[in-house]
C-alpha cells in the first residue's frame, strides 16, 4: 500500500477492519500488531484476541535516550557487585549495553 509506519492512515484502517470483518466472518479469532497504545485499544474494542504491541526496533529507539540515565540512577542507588558474592536470595542484573563510561559494566545488586 506504500504506507509503511501511517498506522493511523484511513486507507490502513479501512483495509485493516475489511480484513477483521472477513475473519470475523469465517469464525476465526484475529490479531494485529499495534504500534501505539491508542491503536491497540481501537484494535482491543475491534475484536482482536490477541495483540503485539510494538516492535524491538521501535521500543529500543524510544527508550535509548532515557537509558543512560536509568543506568545511572541504578548505578547510585544499589551497591555494585563486581568482585563481592552474592548472598542467598539475590539477583544481579549487568547492564553492559553501549553507553558512555562510566556507566558500562554495572553489576548490581537487587532484592
Known sequence: MGL??????????????DAFTAIVSAGKPF???AFDTGRADFYTEDGARFLLV?????ILARGQKHWP??????????????????????????????VPHPY???VLRVG
Do not use: E, Y
Open 104 to 106: 558500562r559494566q554495572h
Open 31 to 33: 490479531g494485529v500488531n
Open 4 to 17: 509503511l509506519g501511517q498506522q493511523n492512515h484511513p486507507d490502513l484502517v479501512a483495509a485493516v477492519n
Open 54 to 58: 510494538g516492535a524491538d526496533a521501535a
Open 69 to 98: 540515565n536509568a543506568v545511572s540512577k541504578a548505578a547510585r542507588t544499589f551497591p555494585t557487585a563486581i568482585d563481592q558474592p552474592l548472598q542467598r536470595g539475590q539477583r544481579t542484573i549487568a547492564f553492559g549495553l553501549s
